[in-house]
């Protein structure tokens, strides 16, 4: 098995996003105490590259198309509320439900409401002011690589390897949780082996299941998902 070897670049904030072309696999991190990762993607748009997809994200991010945890605390652990407690389902519905966790619901391009509010709830004034706090607390990390495949396995192993350890599920059945939606087979995802050059700037224990990605990925597949 090939050892695929890659590095972490610092791309700024949501709020201040570097400028990058380059293609592979990217994180959000809260800048909480701890720091946490919150979302693993990937972009393989050659002509733009990364710059491209940030901007997505901070568009929807103000209009109610992102979820959006609201922290009491700006500089505390999200995992707090990321976590779940015995049934995830309806953990999440009572987050939702007591405004700690915004869950959007498409109703066309510019308009979203909360999935477990009533209908006529839309992103309101309040949950706008937050994303003006929120987005400044959310770093970017980048990973160059070349290869879809490659980029597509790697955010699958992160995905699983940290919502597993953290206990981060999803507001409905589903095998993706809040890090984001798996794009490949994961029964393959053990043909790849990778070694990072370093780690971002995270809590010990992330940084550590970063560093042993594949042997934490071999453990969870073995014990059963």
Same mark, same amino acid.
């Given at each position: 098995? !090939?050892?695929?070897?890659?590095?972490?670049?610092?791309?700024?904030?949501?709020?201040?996003?570097?400028?990058?072309?380059?293609? /592979?696999?990217?994180?959000?991190?809260?800048?909480?105490?701890?720091?946490?990762?919150?979302?693993?993607?990937?972009?393989?748009?050659?002509?733009? /590259?990364?710059?491209?997809?940030?901007?997505?994200?901070?568009?929807?991010?103000?209009?109610?198309?992102?979820?959006?945890?609201?922290?009491?605390?700006?500089? /505390?652990?999200?995992?707090?509320?990321?976590?779940?407690?015995?049934?995830?389902?309806?953990?999440? !519905?009572?987050?939702?439900?007591?405004?700690?966790?915004?869950?959007?619901?498409?109703?066309?391009?510019?308009?979203?409401?909360?999935?477990?509010?009533?209908?006529?709830?839309?992103?309101?004034?309040?949950?706008?002011?937050?994303?003006?706090?929120?987005?400044?607390?959310?770093?970017?990390?980048?990973?160059?690589?070349?290869?879809? !495949?490659?980029?597509?396995?790697?955010?699958?192993?992160?995905?699983?390897?940290?919502?597993?350890?953290?206990?981060?599920?999803?507001?409905?059945?589903?095998?993706?949780?809040?890090?984001?939606?798996?794009?490949?087979?994961?029964?393959?995802?053990?043909?790849?082996?990778?070694?990072?050059?370093?780690?971002?700037?995270?809590?010990?224990?992330?940084?550590?299941?970063?560093?042993?990605?594949?042997?934490?990925?071999?453990?969870?597949?073995?014990?059963?998902?």
């Amino acid at each position: 098995m !090939e050892t695929i070897k890659l590095s972490w670049e610092f791309q700024g904030t949501l709020c201040k996003p570097s400028v990058s072309r380059k293609t /592979g696999v990217y994180l959000f991190v809260y800048s909480g105490k701890p720091k946490r990762i919150i979302y693993v993607g990937t972009c393989f748009d050659r002509s733009r /590259g990364f710059s491209r997809r940030w901007k997505t994200h901070i568009d929807l991010f103000k209009k109610g198309g992102r979820a959006t945890w609201k922290m009491s605390n700006m500089d /505390g652990d999200i995992y707090s509320l990321m976590t779940f407690k015995e049934d995830a389902i309806f953990y999440y !519905e009572k987050l939702s439900l007591n405004g700690k966790l915004w869950i959007p619901y498409k109703i066309d391009d510019k308009s979203f409401y909360n999935s477990y509010y009533d209908h006529n709830t839309f992103f309101s004034k309040d949950w706008q002011n937050y994303i003006d706090e929120y987005l400044p607390k959310i770093e970017i990390w980048t990973c160059h690589v070349d290869k879809k !495949e490659v980029g597509y396995f790697l955010e699958t192993m992160l995905q699983v390897v940290i919502g597993k350890k953290y206990n981060i599920g999803y507001y409905c059945k589903s095998t993706q949780n809040w890090l984001g939606r798996q794009q490949c087979n994961i029964k393959f995802a053990e043909d790849f082996n990778f070694d990072f050059y370093n780690t971002p700037a995270l809590d010990l224990e992330s940084k550590n299941l970063l560093s042993n990605l594949n042997a934490n990925f071999k453990s969870i597949m073995k014990s059963g998902l």
